[in-house]
Structures are given as structure tokens and as C-alpha cells.
């Protein structure tokens, strides 16, 4: 099972806050999308885990570092529509990810009760 992890970071407040305003434009609302996704990603990386290596420097010193294991494991799944900016962020930060893509949408003539609606899964590709 998942943990539920909140992002309490004012960047990341004041991001949301572009995206819930109805006066945003579709750019400005793309673009924090995009935004978005880097700052999900960053602390997604927080949890993964790393291990001590060593590395040289150009100028031969050699000096500790870490490598993130996990990093060649991710894969990112784009909800269309509004996931695709959400993607590009997460893309920035996950370079190496293999991608997948769902097609989905709100059933809206159902209506929305206690918080839930029905979703419609048109298409599905996963690596």
C-alpha cells in the first residue's frame, strides 16, 4: 500500500494556486503544470534510496558522492489531457523513465457523489 505524502512547500502552494484560479490562462496553467512536475519528482526522489560511491574529478580528486538506485526503474504514466504538461515536469527530473500513456475520462452525465465519480478507460499503453 501507497503512503499518502503531502507537499507542503510555498512553492508548490503557490503553483496550485495558478492551477485552481478560473482566471489562469491555458499557457500560464500549462506551464505551472509543467513546474509542477518537477517539484513532484524532486520529492519523489527523497524516498528513494542511495548508495555511497566515489568518483574523480577532472582534476583527478577523487571526492564521495551518491547514486540513486531506483532512478533506472521509474516508469511515468500520462493521464491525457491535463497529464501531459504534468509529464514533461516529471520527464525533467525522471530523464530516463520509460513512458506509458492512459486514456481516461469523467463520466459527467453520472454526477459526482460523496467525493467519487465513474471514470471511462478508452486506452491503455504501459511498457
Known amino acids: 500500500m501507497f503512503e499518502l505524502k503531502i507537499i507542503n512547500r510555498k512553492y508548490a502552494q503557490s503553483i496550485?494556486?495558478?492551477l485552481r484560479n478560473r482566471n489562469t490562462s491555458q499557457i500560464d496553467f500549462r506551464k505551472s503544470l509543467v513546474r509542477l512536475?518537477?517539484?513532484?519528482?524532486?520529492e519523489m526522489i527523497e524516498d528513494f534510496e542511495a548508495e555511497p560511491i566515489e568518483v574523480e574529478t577532472p582534476l583527478g580528486v577523487k571526492v564521495g558522492g551518491i547514486r540513486i538506485k531506483e532512478l533506472e526503474n521509474v516508469i511515468v504514466i500520462t493521464?491525457?489531457?491535463?497529464g501531459w504538461p504534468l509529464t514533461?515536469?516529471?520527464i525533467k527530473i525522471f530523464y530516463t523513465a520509460k513512458q506509458g500513456v492512459v486514456v481516461a475520462r469523467r463520466v459527467e452525465e453520472k454526477g459526482m457523489h460523496n467525493w467519487e465519480f465513474d471514470v471511462e478507460?478508452?486506452?491503455v499503453k504501459t511498457p
Not at 512536475?37 to 524532486?42: E, N, T
Not at 493521464?79 to 491535463?82: E, F, K, P, S, T
Request: hydrophobic share 55%.
Open 16 to 18: 496550485l494556486t495558478v
Open 37 to 42: 512536475g518537477r517539484i513532484l519528482g524532486l
Open 79 to 82: 493521464v491525457l489531457r491535463a
Open 88 to 90: 514533461e515536469g516529471l
Open 121 to 123: 478507460i478508452s486506452y
